[in-house]
């Protein structure tokens, strides 16, 4: 069956280092896959997206990339505040309906 | 700030009452969508709706029901709530994008507790 796999143990880091959070996924050839923020009791928020053609990918402090031989995505947070302390959600997409379908997300907490 | 609003933002309801969930957009979104989420886990697709008088049911099998009669509004109605019915319920919106990505704006959630 279809599994997508991130990290359920919180990660913590201090203020200023780069916080990486992995989503590894089995059954899927995904066209695309995103990450999104999900802070306590509101909606996720969409951050970035990458195709399947595509090994990485940066907006700001963000980057993403995305290995298909390996079936994994790393999201790396560069200069990390504790204002990035959320839940961060990853989400794939298959060719057909092309909705996403979400993971767990990992929490991570940036320490001052 | 995504312009997607959910109604009410909290709700207390007992057992055998029937709700409506409200979501609507103003962003001209063709596409639409109920998820279901515990805390701590995956959202589930629970409906979808690719335009008014489209509707479909998602990965999640559940007991409600959708309509998509206008563009902007798409509402969850839930006939007889059960105690199991209790859960965050989030509204998207997206529109299909370059090369068929799909891009979701989420509202801020109905957080249901059914006694």
């Known amino acids: 069956s279809q599994k997508i796999e991130q990290n359920s143990e919180a990660l913590n880091i201090q203020e200023g280092k780069t916080a990486t959070l992995t989503c590894n996924y089995t059954?899927?050839?995904?066209?695309?896959l995103q990450w999104y923020r999900q802070d306590p009791g509101r909606g996720p928020v969409f951050l970035l997206l990458i195709r399947e053609n595509e090994k990485e990918k940066r907006k700001e402090r963000l980057k993403v990339t995305f290995d298909t031989t390996l079936k994994q995505s790393l999201f790396h947070i560069t200069a990390s505040q504790p204002a990035d302390s959320a839940t961060y959600l990853c989400?794939?997409?298959?060719?057909?309906?092309?909705?996403?379908?979400f993971g767990r997300g990992t929490s991570l907490i940036v320490h001052p | 700030e995504a312009d997607i609003y959910q109604t009410p933002r909290y709700l207390v309801i007992g057992t055998g009452k029937k709700i409506t969930l409200e979501c609507s957009q103003t962003?001209?979104?063709?596409?639409m969508y109920w998820y279901q989420q515990d805390p701590g886990m995956e959202l589930h697709l629970i409906h979808y709706?690719?335009?008014?008088?489209?509707?479909e049911k998602g990965d999640l099998s559940s007991e409600s029901t959708v309509s998509r009669i206008r563009t902007e509004h798409f509402p969850l109605t839930l006939e007889s709530a059960r105690p199991s019915h209790t859960s965050q319920y989030l509204c998207?919106?997206?529109?299909?994008?370059?090369?068929?990505?799909?891009?979701?704006?989420f509202g801020p959630g109905t957080r249901l507790t059914v006694l």
């Open positions: 998207a919106s997206s529109a299909v994008g370059h090369r068929l990505t799909d891009t979701q704006y």
């Open positions: 962003m001209g979104h063709d596409k």
């Open positions: 989400a794939l997409a298959s060719g057909g309906s092309y909705i996403p379908t």
């Open positions: 709706s690719y335009g008014v008088n489209s509707t």
């Open positions: 059954n899927y050839s995904p066209a695309y």
